[in-house]
């Protein structure tokens, strides 16, 4: 795979993750305030992720998958 030379796509992808992320919990019945809780993210953080800003870690992704009930892969394909 060709990485672009600009930094566009990471912009894509992280609203795209954001979106999944939001989505899911949506379909779940789940408040933002209630994931964030359950998943030991600061509203905030969580609030930037679903809104595709920010740099997430990856132990910040895990925890909301894993509250989620669905795979890490499912949230970031």
Excluded: K
């Excluded at 600009?6 to 379909?27: N, V």
């Excluded at 992720?49 to 992704?61: F, H, K, S, V, Y």
């Amino acid at each position: 795979m060709h990485v672009p030379d600009d930094d566009d796509w990471l912009t894509d992808r992280r609203r795209a993750i954001g979106e999944h992320i939001r989505t899911t919990r949506t379909h779940r019945n789940m408040t933002r305030e209630a994931l964030h809780l359950a998943a030991g993210v600061s509203r905030w953080s969580l609030q930037e992720i679903e809104a595709g800003r920010g740099n997430p870690q990856l132990d910040t992704l895990l925890r909301i998958a894993a509250v989620l009930d669905v795979p890490l892969a499912d949230l970031v394909r």
